[in-house]
């Protein structure tokens, strides 16, 4: 057992308040050493430095939404029957010292039963399938918070996925089984309204086109919903060489013909302007240099002597590639000047 929280309580309010507010141990004795690990983490100072910050009116109180909570995180952790008691003497008497919760957390339950209501006519029989054997998967499993979560977002997804963009969770219920200890999960949804694919508008566009953009969905107007392929078409905006970043936002609604009007907002990668005039002020030099090249070479070509009119093919060559070079460098940052992105 420990006296952390007395020693913490000590620092903020001096000796005086141990005679007033009693110290908070747990007596963790459960047969799970995982479960005393985790009560001896929970127990929680926050309402105690309320008390001694005169802000909560005695200890009962505060004790008592402590007992509240330590129960309700055993439930959490799949031990439906679990309750924390107080200690005889500390109950009778009228200003202790110390308070002892002793948890009981009675037998492991593990999942029974998965029931999902609200899917019948509006699911397709391969989707309730899925949703069957997905819960099916649960059975025997502790009924644990974070397992029942994970139902819940299995149930979401598929019917997601089934073109129902809107269903949400509208009930949850965790029972034990009379006589045993398994539990059953009831979770209720609403499916809302279908939904088919709408148009994309586009905001943020400096440079690029609609239409350019258009030929990047991998959906056409009137396709029944899918996440999946919203998440495709998010992932073919962002490799898009002249697109920084992108989101796509969803209505809070299907419109009178079904369909889900999404808007795309884009953040174009633009070009800095010291680096494109850096690079045009190399195509220049480039140009230069090619330009007095071929001038000395026509100069030159008086010079050479009889019999020969031509430079050695090397010298032919540079000029050219200095010009191609110069001339792509400029038309290049020209363009990305005046088209940012």
């Not at 566009?205 to 969905?217: F, P, S, T, Y």
């Not at 007095?292 to 430079?311: D, E, N, Y």
């Not at 940052?333 to 992105?341: D, E, K, N, Q, T």
Request: include cysteine; glycine fraction near 8%; charged fraction near 25%.
């Amino acid at each position: 057992m420990t006296l952390a929280c007395a020693a913490m309580l000590s620092l903020f309010v001096g000796s005086g308040f141990a005679a007033d507010f009693p110290v908070i141990e747990i007596e963790t004795t459960t047969s799970n050493a995982t479960l005393d690990g985790v009560l001896r983490a929970a127990l929680n100072t926050t309402e105690l430095e309320r008390a001694a910050e005169g802000k909560a009116q005695g200890w009962q109180p505060v004790v008592e939404a402590e007992r509240l909570r330590l129960e309700e995180l055993m439930r959490g952790q799949g031990y439906l029957e679990a309750r924390v008691e107080m200690s005889a003497s500390t109950v009778e008497a009228g200003a202790p010292e110390k308070v002892i919760l002793k948890p009981l957390p009675g037998p492991l339950f593990r999942v029974g039963m998965v029931e999902v209501d609200g899917l019948d006519g509006v699911a397709t029989d391969a989707v309730r399938d899925d949703v069957s054997r997905q819960m099916m998967e649960a059975a025997g499993r502790p009924a644990r918070g974070d397992l029942l979560a994970t139902l819940e977002d299995e149930v979401l997804w598929r019917l997601r996925t089934a073109s129902f963009p809107f269903v949400h969770v509208t009930d949850r219920q965790l029972s034990p089984i009379p006589g045993q200890a398994l539990a059953r999960v009831r979770i209720v949804v609403d499916p809302g309204s279908p939904a088919t694919f709408g148009a994309v508008t586009y905001s943020g566009l400096v440079g690029l086109k609609e239409e350019e953009l258009n030929r990047l969905q991998p959906f056409t107007q009137g396709d029944p919903y899918d996440p999946e392929a919203l998440d495709r078409f998010r992932e073919a905006l962002l490799a898009h060489p002249s697109v920084k970043a992108a989101r796509l936002r969803l209505p809070d609604a299907v419109d009178a013909g079904g369909q889900l009007q999404l808007r795309a907002e884009l953040e174009e990668g633009q070009v800095r302007s010291d680096e494109a005039a850096g690079t045009y002020r190399t195509g220049l030099v480039a140009a230069a240099s090619a330009i007095a090249a071929l001038a000395i070479r026509q100069v030159s070509v008086a010079s050479l002597r009889p019999g020969r009119s031509r430079w050695p093919l090397w010298l032919e060559v540079v000029p050219v590639l200095l010009l191609a070079a110069a001339f792509y460098l400029i038309a290049q940052r020209m363009l990305l000047l005046a088209f940012p992105g």
